[in-house]
């Protein structure tokens, strides 16, 4: 409000009249009201409306970033990735990295390791690597590492790193990718080779290489963007010892190389701020995939009134209160040549900032400081889409799909009471503006079966219930499709992310019927996420298998403060499953 403010003598008497010399103004023009005085008063107020129809200028104002803060560029570290057969004695380089099981590090009655390979390697260094291991009482325990600087090796330095009573599955070999980034970071290594004292599955070789590639690509990443002072790792090369050699291993390396930049760009979403990162920039980043893939990839992003055309109601009224605009992305993956024979869709909430609304979040445990998270289901799906555009699986096309918005307070948003309709017909009454994840994701659903897609699986941190459920580390999985629950669990299997599937549980459909319109948008507390995955399903056509999500607890790492980029390893691995390769 700018007010001009004029007086003279004050008078005892005056007369106020009213007058507006502006019937439409633009969003910056004011109204102008004059106070008539006696001559010796003079009042005048220039006053600029906050609101003109006012969404208008809402969202020219939104355009400026709040804080005055935009992300730094920062140049994602390369890494060379070989598969190497050689005497791990005869490797030059500046880390040779040893992973060993508690097993490995049993000696003989001479101090001597009874694991061929240790005692080879101490043999070469004179018996320091059985006296250093002893004395430092490393015994290989999962978390467990110790860099020493030895001679007697072509490598600068030999790295233990504890990997437990056995090692098999794909995340622990991704931990020791993990570890091996550590050791690199403290020692500022440019080369590395990652060998196992003994490797117990020939079977496995490809995958467990993979995943320690993908681990260690995954270790390096450290997001900066937003510190004024950052580190650039020196790793340059790994070679990757012991898991054989040739073009299929070389294939499998590249494959998770391609998938880890994939989750490093949805952690990057994830991570980015609600003042920097909104629905617009949100919808500009999956624009700029389409363009970087464009020989495979269209993008279509729908604004307000376009969702208007396709009676988005749901979604729309989530968007309603926010400054900033919605925006409806939809990728389209499609392979440059050959039949499709599958059509998929990835659907994921595109929640930039979730306030609540009304049911405003409030108390200890809301987490409304972190609520930038809320958008991480579409982080999983673009991230999944980034590394799809960079694999290109042949014969299978992929729909990315995210309803993007934020969730605000004000005199335009919805109220607890309103009665929605969705884009299919049905008819939904608000109890809590703080279940809006599923609104939005009731009108993405719907667009997401009119592209005659034959499969979906959406994605969201849509319930608390879920947290509570299954805590932190692992997603909720909600389907009617016992084929679908077995491809997907198998693929989060191969990409060691933790999935376990729950209940759909019909009769819990009594807590989400409305007497005003065909169902409220909430449940209550008891079996929260079951009642919010039986509301998705209204949105889904019976002739498409569906799976919904639910990942409220791994998208975010407490004790790193930081995000994970859940979701975009098994997403990759589901769709090159459902593809012709």
Not at 197 to 224: M, P, Q, R
Not at 447 to 463: F, H, M, P, R, S
Not at 528 to 545: D, H, R, Y
Request: net charge neutral.
């Amino acid at each position: 409000m700018a007010v001009t403010l004029v007086t003279s003598v004050a008078s005892s008497s005056a007369r106020f009249h009213f007058r507006s010399f502006s019937s439409s103004p633009s969003p910056f023009s004011s109204s102008f009201i004059r106070f008539r005085l006696p001559p010796r008063f003079k009042l005048s107020l220039t006053v600029t409306p906050l609101y003109h129809s006012s969404r208008a200028m809402a969202h020219t104002l939104a355009q400026a970033t709040l804080g005055f803060t935009q992300a730094n560029s920062i140049d994602h570290p390369k890494v060379t990735f070989a598969a190497k057969d050689i005497d791990v004695t005869e490797w030059k380089g500046d880390i040779l990295a040893v992973g060993v099981t508690e097993k490995d590090m049993a000696k003989d009655v001479n101090s001597k390791f009874q694991n061929p390979m240790l005692n080879k390697l101490d043999a070469h260094l004179g018996g320091l690597l059985a006296d250093v291991s002893s004395e430092e009482d490393f015994s290989g325990k999962p978390g467990q590492s110790t860099v020493l600087r030895l001679p007697g090796l072509g490598s600068k330095r030999v790295g233990l790193i504890g990997l437990g009573k056995s090692v098999s599955s794909p995340s622990a070999f991704q931990s020791l990718g993990e570890a091996v980034a550590a050791a690199a970071k403290a020692s500022q290594a440019s080369s590395v080779a990652v060998v196992l004292a003994s490797l117990e599955s020939n079977e496995s070789k490809l995958t467990s290489a993979s995943a320690i590639a993908s681990g260690t690509v995954l270790g390096l990443f450290e997001d900066s963007r937003y510190k004024s002072e950052s580190k650039k790792p020196s790793l340059k090369s790994v070679d990757i010892i012991g898991f054989g050699t040739g073009p299929e291993l070389e294939k499998k390396l590249k494959y998770a190389e391609d998938v880890s930049y994939g989750v490093i760009f949805g952690r990057e979403l994830v991570n980015s701020p609600a003042n920097v990162l909104t629905p617009a920039v949100l919808a500009e980043e999956a624009s700029n995939l389409a363009s970087m893939y464009s020989d495979v990839m269209t993008a279509n992003i729908l604004d307000e009134e376009q969702c208007k055309e396709l009676k988005m109601g749901s979604y729309l009224a989530v968007a309603a209160a926010s400054a900033n605009p919605p925006k409806f992305i939809h990728l389209v993956y499609r392979p440059s040549s050959g039949p499709v024979k599958t059509k998929l869709a990835l659907v994921g909430k595109g929640l930039t900032f979730d306030s609540g609304g009304y049911n405003i979040k409030t108390g200890p445990g809301c987490l409304i400081e972190l609520m930038k998270f809320d958008m991480g289901g579409s982080a999983a799906v673009l991230g999944a889409a980034k590394a799809i555009g960079q694999i290109k699986p042949p014969g299978v096309e992929v729909h990315f799909i995210v309803a993007a918005c934020e969730n605000m307070i004000s005199g335009t948003g919805m109220r607890p009471g309103d009665v929605l309709t969705a884009s299919n017909g049905k008819t939904i009454e608000v109890n809590n503006t703080d279940a809006e994840g599923r609104l939005t994701l009731a009108d993405a659903l719907v667009y997401a079966c009119n592209q005659g897609v034959d499969k979906i699986v959406d994605l969201a941190t849509l319930t608390g219930a879920c947290i509570v459920a299954l805590g932190n580390s692992m997603a909720g999985i909600y389907t009617p499709s016992d084929e679908l629950a077995k491809e997907v669990i198998a693929a989060s299997e191969r990409s060691g992310e933790k999935l376990w599937r729950m209940p759909l549980e019909e009769s819990y459909w009594e807590m989400m019927k409305s007497g005003v319109a065909d169902m409220v948008n909430t449940g209550g507390r008891a079996g929260g996420s079951i009642t919010a995955a039986l509301f998705l399903k209204q949105f889904v056509n019976e002739k498409v298998e569906w799976m919904h999500i639910d990942m409220a607890g791994p998208v975010w790492n407490e004790k790193k403060k930081a995000a994970t980029g859940f979701g975009v390893a098994t997403l990759v691995e589901w769709v090159q499953n459902n593809s012709s390769s």
